[in-house]
């Protein structure tokens, strides 16, 4: 019975795994035989000015979309559970936005963030503050991006609010029994009861970050055109311009384990901090 | 290999070990919330919310009633309405051709992915064999792997096969073939729906002579239909809007699903090309549809699967 996935786990896991770090030390563009070139793409991987912005950029982006995406979806959550009724239909309305194809939704925000016509701008001009060239500013670029990452945050709001209501009312009940004050029930009772959540939606949100691709490359890409927005060249549109625009297989491979190299780090240091914070009921 | 860390199991949020039902719909009368002042502002802070999580989709339907020209004017009542623009898209691209690929490969994807998912996860559950959640641990390993990682080689081995004259790799079969062999997520999500059926269930036809696929045929899956629906909506979902695999493998405009068919569109018809933002507009809403109906009608599967499994 798991056969099937045994099966695809070796054609379509395991073997590409070993092809593509065995194409890593090779230079290989499909039409010709792949020619063994050592370290020479690994080499690249620190010397390839693209791939150092790449990373530059994604990083800045994963660093700003993370933690406010979780604190914004926590805080929606927290309102959610203040209603006794109709939270159903606001969460509906928090997570249409996560079911709109990524590709609209670049498009759409290609012009909800234009400098001239967006509403993001007009919004700001009604306050009186001059919108910034979201979509033609170089240092405006990123953090446009990540508002419009932030529209999509419905999914993490829908986990959130599935914990909280987990969380049982007595444990409010003996709180207010002893005086505790609202922000110390938060903090003493909803963040560490969530706590496992919100660590998850940490690790999950982070690789769903450092992989973003369709939106931006909607936005800002078309083809083999070079010199477009280079800091809209977040590192997965990179590997994929490397492997099948240019067809540079042998460096995109050695990209992509760079990629998992970085997760894989970046998760465990996440476990590791998580083993302070994180409280599991009925865990030693 | 992708970290499985040895003692422990990859962290998933607590919510997945209690019964899948559990949403956060059920009644909490005795939940402490603020009175009086406090809940007016926390309503005003949600209509806020939520004017600002609809208006970009009121936007695009008023941009795409909007006479060519005018699609970035500031009113959101377009003067006059102009439905002209749904009749010009079927002529100004193969849309309904597109339309129809994306529900085909969707619908191809969604089922492989359901019944071979739920063989591999009853397999978990129903056999009993010496590493056996030492390899449901690597399956869940498995998801860290970036895609990026296995992208070429599955390229490179789609290329490899021919059918009839045609190379596999510049058809749409690659876009859902990979699915007939389970998918580590919903193996998951399946897994842990299975373990809240009653094993009795499993012994008793066992004793009266079932194998182990009739039971899994006859006695799992019609139990199971809610988390198998979930399933299918999820890979429809992400089948129906994913860009990166139509980009890789097809070259064919007839072949094209809508997001790569909407990609090209953009291309062509906005950005550098003739300014036709009307017509972009219309095609978003038209491929945005579909996905809101099914959400309309699966709203409950949906939102038990991501409070379950935290998918994307």
Do not use: C
């Not at chain 1, 991987?45 to 990373?55: G, M, N, R, T, V």
């Not at chain 1, 939270?87 to 990524?102: C, D, E, K, W």
């Not at chain 1, 498009?107 to 701008?121: A, E, M, R, T």
């Amino acid at each position: 019975m798991l056969s099937p996935w045994i099966f695809g786990f070796l054609i379509f896991t395991l073997g590409p795994m070993i092809v593509s770090l065995a194409l890593s030390f090779t230079r290989y563009d499909v039409i010709n035989p792949p020619e063994f070139i050592g370290l020479k793409n690994w080499a690249l991987l620190f010397s390839d000015p693209l791939l150092l912005k790449s990373l530059q950029n994604t990083f800045f982006f994963a660093a700003l979309h993370v933690p406010f995406a979780i604190a914004i979806a926590l805080a929606l959550a927290l309102l959610l559970d203040q209603i006794s009724r109709g939270a159903g239909f606001f969460r509906t309305v928090f997570y249409l936005p996560s079911i709109t194809p990524a590709v609209a939704t670049g498009i759409l925000w290609l012009w909800l963030l234009n400098p001239q016509v967006g509403i993001v701008n007009q919004f700001l001009h009604l306050l009186h503050i001059p919108g910034p060239g979201w979509t033609t500013d170089p240092n405006w670029i990123k953090p446009g991006i990540v508002l419009m990452s932030l529209w999509g945050l419905g999914n993490t709001v829908v986990i959130y609010f599935a914990a909280l209501r987990q969380v049982p009312n007595e444990l409010y009940e003996a709180a207010r029994v002893d005086g505790a004050k609202p922000w110390a029930q938060f903090f003493r009772i909803t963040v560490p009861m969530i706590s496992g959540t919100l660590f998850y939606t940490l690790v999950i949100n982070t690789i769903f970050a450092l992989q973003y691709f369709t939106e931006v490359y909607t936005m800002f890409f078309r083809g083999q055109e070079s010199g477009v927005s280079e800091d809209a060249l977040f590192y997965v549109i990179y590997l994929f311009r490397q492997s099948f625009e240019y067809f540079h297989m042998g460096y995109a491979s050695a990209m992509a384990w760079l990629l998992f190299a970085i997760i894989v780090v970046v998760t465990l240091v996440q476990v590791g901090f998580s083993r302070k914070f994180v409280y599991y009921e009925g865990a030693s | 290999m992708a970290v499985a860390p040895e003692s422990r199991p990859l962290p998933v949020p607590r919510v997945a070990d209690r019964p899948i039902e559990r949403t956060g719909d059920e009644a909490q009368s005795a939940r402490p919330r603020m009175g009086g002042s406090g809940q007016i502002l926390v309503w005003a802070l949600l209509l806020i919310l939520v004017l600002a999580f609809l208006y970009p989709f009121v936007w695009l339907i008023s941009a795409s009633l909007k006479p060519q020209g005018e699609t970035f004017t500031s009113s959101l009542l377009p003067q006059p309405l102009i439905w002209q623009h749904y009749v010009e898209i079927w002529s100004a691209a193969p849309a309904l051709r597109w339309f129809f690929n994306s529900a085909l490969v969707g619908i191809l994807a969604s089922v492989a992915v359901v019944f071979s998912s739920a063989l591999v996860a009853f397999g978990f559950v129903y056999q009993r064999f010496p590493g056996r959640d030492a390899l449901f641990g690597l399956v869940i390993a498995t998801l860290m792997l970036p895609q990026a990682v296995v992208m070429v080689p599955k390229f490179l081995i789609w290329h490899s096969i021919q059918v009839g004259g045609t190379n596999l790799a510049a058809t749409q079969v690659p876009l859902w073939a990979g699915n007939l062999f389970a998918s580590p997520i919903y193996i998951f999500l399946l897994r842990q729906f299975f373990l809240g059926l009653p094993r009795d269930l499993f012994e008793a036809a066992k004793v009266d002579g079932a194998n182990p696929l009739r039971i899994w045929w006859s006695i799992v899956l019609p139990l199971s239909k809610p988390a198998l629906v979930a399933v299918g909506i999820f890979e429809f979902k992400s089948s129906w809007t994913d860009l990166m695999a139509p980009l890789i493998y097809l070259q064919n405009r007839n072949l094209f699903t809508l997001p790569l068919g909407l990609k090209a569109f953009v291309d062509e018809f906005g950005k550098g090309g003739i300014q036709r933002w009307d017509l972009v507009m219309t095609a978003s809403v038209l491929f945005t549809i579909p996905m809101l109906i099914i959400f309309f009608l699966a709203q409950k599967h949906f939102i038990r699967g991501i409070a379950t499994t935290g998918m994307k």
